[in-house]
């Protein structure tokens, strides 16, 4: 850091603020005095800052200096060689005048001082004649007491030339941006709280730009967590002064007119400038790098900043908004063509066309739904309410949540299709428009797929209550049982899977094929009744495979009871593999919560530890149970307890996974002595198997725990007492049984997992060999085990090694 930040030190230097923080890759590289230093960066990256703080070090040489900026005035050679003697002067040192010897005696005079001259030449890239850095770069290698430092924003032969240099410094735009440690404290010192994510999210929003940054966080508000929300109109304004720098050739309005994309390709920028700006696109690219509003993206794409797209775009929409709306457009159909659907959602939206807007809606909503679902409804509130599915996306997807009747009704435990009741309770509207019981049955396979699990129950609801008899209604009431077979409501589905088959007729659909097989098997596997042989699987086409992963999920469950297990885990993870990273959410949620369950039936806990690390965007409830039983099996009881803290919210509707946590959350409660929390648990868990008929559940956790909970709770025994209950025996061994290490047990474990001896341990930790052999026999005791091997073994599973350890 630099020693001082005075007004100047009386030899020219430009003031240093006090919210100034040399980077890492500056301050490392400027650590003496190179014979030619260039810095080359747009506006406000500070580079005038940076050399006056590192010409302030106490560790450099003694030396003098000379600061002269080249002004606007310097048309060519002989005006800029005449600017630079003239500064050099007016710093008490003789002209150089023309030809060599006169910097040959300037130099001798610094030798004979013993003080070095570092001749520092502001605004460079003002100097129009390109020919003036090849005579400049020799002149600082030429004489050993000279030194020289060149300002610019714009590119030069000047830093190509001193990249070819041995004693020379470059320093360009990425080694002055600011890290989010160093956004931080800058944020301190102009008095604005920022967290580290929120810093980290400012760098990525500006490339790191240390002037835009100071902008940002100086015209910010705090947002609730009081973080700095920056105002995009203070990034607009001091992006207008750096377009101003650039528009030499007219091209402000390529400039902002690129920010409507965000992310370009030459082809897609080719495409959006007008016929004059996309002759020299090449130009406009590179001119908008260098300036710092471009960053490199993926597959040879450049990308605007967030912050800095969002400045570009106000600019844009403030100058020209039909040219906004038009790039809008243009963009939006770039983007569909891509497959990026947010992006041509986004820009749909923006070019306010109502028949691009349809179209696109169309196009997207299934892609966009699970991630992006506020924009999707913000795209729906700019729509008629025409077309089945507009009017269906608008009566589902707009709400914030599922009518209170439908959650009431599963709460309640009441069937939504009275059993031998000839229709539902609700009939179709009068106005609705053809088509439309399909566009929301679509709609609900979009939300099964993306495990909304209750979203899509709702939505299937509909579609059967509005369909006519046929194909439409048996689908989506096929839909129905299975969505509610997998939330935990077995009994509800199988009337729904009943009701529906009554409508016979036309070919059977994916969701119909599925459910005939997976909802009275889940009913099966649920109730403890005898499952059946699995059939043959349906055929599905490859649009509907992500239902391959109910049937899987099926079939995992019988193997936990069977046999087989060993084989279905290795299956299962070979199609998970198959399947790769990107697949629907419903799929990853039912394949990792069936690996996992498989995991713990053959013993492998280290590998259901391992699977919990990967996860591809699971439910998270499911995901949180899941983590809980593991933690439960590996002796970590305070783990299984916070993991399996299920929302209230929750339990009523997605019973499955809200069951299994609460049993979880009963023993694990029970063994750490927490008996209210326990009960309590048992008894909810208890209320809900009587409702929905689940008791599979209560077979996957330690029975014993169970029955001493259940000793404590008025009539809590009666569902384990049940005879299928009783008779069956669970699939999973016992759980490890482990006390809490001391720190310097655990210090101890890491050195035993290196494999030194008893006597090299000691050493390292500074205590007697008896004392480590002490606590090494208190560590097996309380991991329960004998050998050091086994030791390092239960230390991984735990989670208190590494696996690599």
């Avoid at 729509?383 to 009747?405: I, K, M, N, T, Y």
């Avoid at 008893?758 to 060999?769: C, D, G, P, Q, T």
Wanted: proline share 7%.
């Amino acid at each position: 850091m630099p020693p001082s930040r005075r007004d100047g030190d009386g030899r020219g230097l430009p003031r240093v603020p006090e919210a100034f923080f040399p980077t890492d890759a500056a301050w490392s590289r400027l650590s003496g005095l190179p014979a030619l230093v260039v810095v080359q960066a747009p506006r406000g990256y500070g580079k005038t800052t940076t050399v006056s703080a590192w010409l302030r070090r106490r560790d450099l040489p003694e030396h003098d200096l000379v600061w002269a900026a080249v002004p606007p005035s310097v048309t060519g050679r002989t005006e800029f060689w005449a600017a630079l003697h003239d500064a050099v002067v007016l710093a008490g040192h003789e002209n150089p005048g023309e030809g060599d010897d006169g910097w040959e005696r300037l130099a001798r005079t610094a030798g004979a001082r013993r003080r070095d001259l570092v001749i520092v030449v502001d605004a460079y890239d003002r100097q129009p004649d390109e020919a003036v850095d090849a005579e400049l770069v020799e002149l600082a290698h030429e004489h050993e007491q000279l030194h020289l430092v060149l300002l610019m924003r714009a590119p030069r032969p000047a830093v190509a030339l001193a990249g070819a240099s041995a004693d020379a410094v470059v320093l360009r735009a990425e080694d002055l941006a600011l890290d989010p440690r160093r956004v931080a404290l800058l944020g301190r010192s102009l008095g604005v709280t920022v967290s580290p994510d929120a810093a980290a999210e400012l760098c990525a929003g500006t490339g790191g730009w240390p002037g835009l940054l100071r902008v940002a966080l100086l015209t910010s508000t705090p947002d609730e967590e009081g973080d700095p929300l920056p105002d995009v109109s203070g990034i607009a304004a001091y992006l207008r002064v750096v377009l101003a720098d650039l528009d030499a050739d007219g091209d402000a309005g390529a400039l902002t007119a690129l920010a409507v994309p965000g992310t370009l390709t030459r082809e897609a920028t080719a495409a959006l400038l007008a016929p004059g700006e996309a002759t020299h696109v090449e130009t406009v690219l590179a001119r908008m790098a260098r300036a710092g509003l471009l960053l490199p993206g993926g597959a040879g794409e450049l990308r605007y900043p967030p912050l800095l797209r969002a400045g570009g775009r106000q600019i844009l929409l403030e100058d020209d908004p039909a040219r906004f709306r038009a790039l809008s457009a243009a963009s939006a159909r770039l983007a569909t063509a891509a497959g990026d659907a947010p992006a041509a959602l986004r820009h749909a939206v923006d070019a306010q066309d109502t028949d691009l807007l349809r179209a696109t809606v169309e196009t997207t909503w299934a892609a966009v739904l699970e991630g992006h679902r506020d924009l999707l409804r913000e795209a729906l509130t700019r729509l008629p309410d025409d077309g089945p599915r507009v009017r269906a996306l608008r009566e589902l997807v707009l709400p914030a949540s599922v009518p209170r009747w439908f959650a009431e009704a599963l709460q309640s435990g009441l069937p939504l299709v009275e059993p031998g009741g000839e229709g539902l309770p609700l009939a179709a509207a009068e106005s609705d428009p053809p088509g439309l019981p399909a566009a929301i049955a679509d709609l609900a396979s979009a939300e099964l797929r993306g495990a909304d699990l209750l979203r899509a129950a709702h939505a299937f609801h509909e579609a059967a209550r509005r369909a006519s008899p046929g194909p439409t209604r048996r689908e989506a009431a096929s839909g129905l049982a299975l969505t509610l077979a997998l939330m935990g409501h077995p009994r509800t589905a199988s009337r729904w899977l009943a009701w529906g088959r009554r409508d016979r007729g036309g070919t059977d659909g994916p969701l119909e094929r599925v459910a005939a097989t997976a909802v009275p098997a889940i009913h099966d596997l649920d109730a403890l009744h005898p499952a059946s042989a699995p059939g043959s699987p349906p055929a599905l086409g490859e649009g509907q495979r992500w239902l391959e992963a109910v049937l899987l999920y099926v079939w995992a469950g019988r193997s936990l009871h069977g046999t087989g297990a060993e084989e279905h885990l290795a299956d299962l993870e070979r199609y998970r593999e198959q399947r790769g990273a990107r697949v629907e959410r419903l799929t990853e949620t039912l394949l990792l919560t069936a690996l996992v369950d498989l995991c713990l039936a053959t013993d492998n806990l280290t590998r259901a530890r391992t699977l919990l690390t990967d996860v591809r965007g699971a439910d998270p409830h499911w995901t949180d149970v899941a983590r809980a039983k593991v933690a439960l099996y590996t002796g970590d009881d305070r783990g299984a307890l916070d993991l399996s803290r299920t929302p209230a919210g929750v339990v009523p509707l997605l019973c499955r996974p809200a069951l299994e946590g609460l049993l979880v959350h009963a023993v694990a409660a029970h063994r750490l002595g927490e008996r209210a929390t326990a009960t309590g648990a048992l008894d909810l868990a208890t209320r809900i198997a009587e409702r929905t008929g689940l008791l599979r559940p209560f077979l996957l956790v330690p029975r014993g725990d169970l029955e001493s909970v259940a000793a404590t709770l008025p009539g809590g025994g009666e569902v384990l007492d049940r005879s299928v209950l009783a008779a069956g025996s669970g699939p999973f061994p016992e759980p490890v049984r482990s006390e809490p290490l001391s720190g310097r047990e655990l210090k101890v474990l890491r050195e035993l997992a290196s494999g030194r001896p008893v006597a090299v341990i000691a050493r390292r930790l500074y205590v007697s060999e008896s004392t480590v052999k002490t606590q090494v026999r208190s560590i097996y005791r309380k991991l329960g085990v004998h050998t050091r091997t086994d030791a390092v073994a239960r230390g991984q599973l735990l989670g208190v090694l590494a696996p690599e350890d």
